[in-house]
């Protein structure tokens, strides 16, 4: 990380899958000792959400995206029919 990044990495995720991201934080917290910025433990209530989310992504080395809901079947289902590009969404 350089002296303008706050965090190793920024949690991003779609409200289907809060529960799956609080987990990855929670080891990378605990395990791996990384910092990072996760909305609902970071964001400062009554401050504009997006603003604070601009920032943070902006002192990130790294930003993790979980797009899909965990076992909705989206990548095992291209996994199953040989897709290369499964499991890079």
Do not use: K
């Not at 930003?63 to 897709?83: K, L, Q, Y």
């Amino acid at each position: 990380m350089s002296a303008t990044e706050l965090y190793d990495v920024f949690l991003s995720y779609g409200s289907d899958n809060i529960d799956f991201v609080q987990d990855l934080a929670l080891r990378l917290q605990g395990d791996a000792r990384l910092s990072f910025w996760f909305e609902p433990w970071h964001s400062v209530p009554g401050l504009p959400l997006q603003e604070q989310m601009e920032e943070a992504l902006q002192q990130a080395a790294s930003c993790a995206v979980s797009s899909a809901r965990p076992g909705s079947g989206v990548a095992e289902r291209a996994d199953a029919r040989g897709d290369p590009a499964a499991g890079r969404r």
